[in-house]
């Protein structure tokens, strides 16, 4: 079975203040995939990154950074220095065959100016 | 170059009515996907096809029909619409080779309502 949870329904933060969204996932294949994406308050939805289960370097892009863990089976997602910007809601997502995406219920994140 | 485009945007309907929600992409993906957005729920995959002619179900697929019958298109059909239907509908495609591949492109969403 594959499933996603995203613990944090939603966050308010301060700009400028860093803020990390949790994933955790559940699956029994040894080769797998994890995504986030962005809704913004639009709607639509915005791929940020993809992870190969093979590969638990960490990555940084700008203010976002993400931190692979097998060991804890999580993927959490960090904003530095938060922008009005980033209000939006994150989606946390699992594939294995990249047929079947298993999507989080998602951490609506609040930006205050 | 569109992406992937859906129609309509907002739809109304009452029980028991049946509507078909349009998917179109031109980026020639072999892999084109529906999905359900329900707060609280995230999003949950409807079906999928892999190419021309071939579909297969995904978490929930009851209530929804779909055909496959150009890479193009992918339709969504509600045969007999029901209130616990009422979502967010996106579309998705993903190409299979190349840069970008296997990552979904989204349509911009139908909002539909049952009464």
């Known amino acids: 079975a594959q499933k996603v949870t995203q613990a944090q329904t939603e966050i308010s933060v301060v700009e400028k203040e860093d803020v990390t969204l949790d994933c955790v996932y559940e699956?029994?294949?040894?080769?797998?995939?994890l995504f986030w994406y962005k809704q913004p308050p639009s709607g639509e939805l915005v791929f940020l990154i993809r992870?190969?289960?093979?590969?638990?370097q960490n990555e940084i892009s700008g203010r976002y950074s993400w931190n692979f863990q097998k060991s804890t089976s999580s993927f959490n997602f960090t904003i530095t220095a938060s922008q009005v910007v980033d209000s939006a809601v994150y989606f946390c997502?699992?594939?294995?065959?990249?047929?079947?995406?298993?999507f989080g219920s998602g951490t609506k994140l609040n930006v205050k100016p | 170059n569109a992406g992937v485009t859906q129609t309509p945007k907002f739809q109304v309907l009452k029980t028991g009515q049946s509507m078909t929600l349009q998917c179109a992409q031109d980026?020639?993906?072999?892999?084109m996907s529906w999905y359900r957005q329900d707060p609280g729920m995230g999003l949950r995959l409807i079906h999928y096809?892999?190419?021309?002619?071939?579909?297969d179900q995904g978490e929930v697929p009851n209530g929804y029909n779909v055909s496959r019958s150009t890479t193009e298109d992918f339709p969504l059909r509600l045969l007999s619409a029901a209130p616990s239907q009422t979502s967010v509908y996106f579309c998705?495609?993903?190409?299979?080779?190349?840069?970008?591949?296997?990552?979904?492109?989204f349509g911009a969403g139908s909002r539909l309502t049952v009464l």
């Open positions: 997502a699992l594939s294995w065959n990249f047929n079947k995406f298993y």
């Open positions: 980026m020639n993906h072999e892999y």
């Open positions: 699956t029994r294949d040894t080769t797998y995939y």
């Open positions: 992870r190969n289960s093979f590969d638990e």
């Open positions: 998705a495609s993903r190409r299979t080779v190349g840069s970008g591949a296997n990552v979904l492109t």
């Open positions: 096809s892999v190419g021309a002619g071939i579909t």
